[in-house]
């Protein structure tokens, strides 16, 4: 999908709360989905991953959630910390050997943790 | 494991001038890599997949003849930009998938700026 305006929507939390971070992804036949955190002037680094065959999926403080039925992807960060600040992107794809491998971001999120 | 990285972190260059970008897989063997460009407060949009051994796949809107794509061995592809000009001037990000998985990894992009 294509990324859109030039205003990331913003969530901000308070240090030690959890975050939730929602993504809505555009193809019904993508099967593979990722979040990725970006810090200011970096490449996108990953975080988790989830396949179309589950609908959650946990990490260490993250989870995240699929509901296939309305495409729809959430990003749980547990125990929120001032380093979890960052712009937060979900990517979708199709599963190797179906074609189309690259991914397409959504749009990002910022998470800003106060402390 | 799983290391790309990106070579120069930042650039500037004149208007006119050509400038080249690498990426290299320094653990892994990619047949696949991907190269995005990102915008401030924008999203990650890919250019194009680049396929060693082949030419590269480029999307739609993106010109083949002002960025080249060479993918010539498993661990290296470069982006050169031809012709730069101030338009150009973005962060330029390349990934690398693992052959038969489908997790990418990122690189730590590229900032380019054309004066």
């Known amino acids: 999908g294509e990324s859109v305006g030039l205003h990331l929507p913003t969530l901000s939390v308070q240090e030690g709360d959890n975050s939730i971070i929602n993504c809505a992804y555009s193809?019904?036949?993508?099967?593979?989905f990722i979040w990725y955190k970006q810090e200011s002037g970096k490449g996108p680094q990953f975080i988790i991953d989830i396949r179309s065959n589950m609908d959650k999926r946990q990490g260490q403080r993250v989870t995240v959630l699929l509901n296939k039925t309305v495409k729809h992807l959430s990003l749980q960060i547990a125990a929120t910390q001032p380093g979890d600040s960052a712009v937060y992107f979900c990517?979708?794809?199709?599963?190797?050997?179906?074609?189309?491998?690259?991914?397409?971001f959504g749009s990002g999120t910022r998470l800003q943790v106060q402390p | 494991g799983a290391v790309v990285s990106q070579h120069p972190s930042w650039v500037i260059c004149k208007s006119g001038t050509s400038v080249k970008i690498e990426c290299r897989s320094l653990d892994f063997q990619a047949t696949t890599m991907f190269w995005y460009r990102q915008f401030p407060k924008q999203s990650l949009m890919l250019m194009a997949t680049?396929?060693?051994?082949?030419?590269?796949?480029?999307e739609q809107g993106v010109e083949k003849d002002k960025f080249l794509i060479n993918h010539a061995s498993l661990t290296l592809s470069t982006l050169t930009v031809t012709s730069a000009h101030p338009e150009d001037s973005s962060f330029y990000i390349c990934?690398?998938?693992?052959?038969?998985?489908?997790?990418?990894?990122f690189g730590p992009g590229t900032r380019l700026t054309v004066l």
């Open positions: 680049s396929n060693e051994g082949s030419k590269a796949t480029y």
């Open positions: 193809n019904s036949a993508s099967d593979y």
């Open positions: 990517a979708e794809n199709l599963a190797e050997g179906t074609g189309r491998r690259a991914l397409t």
């Open positions: 990934s690398a998938k693992r052959t038969g998985r489908d997790e990418q990894f």
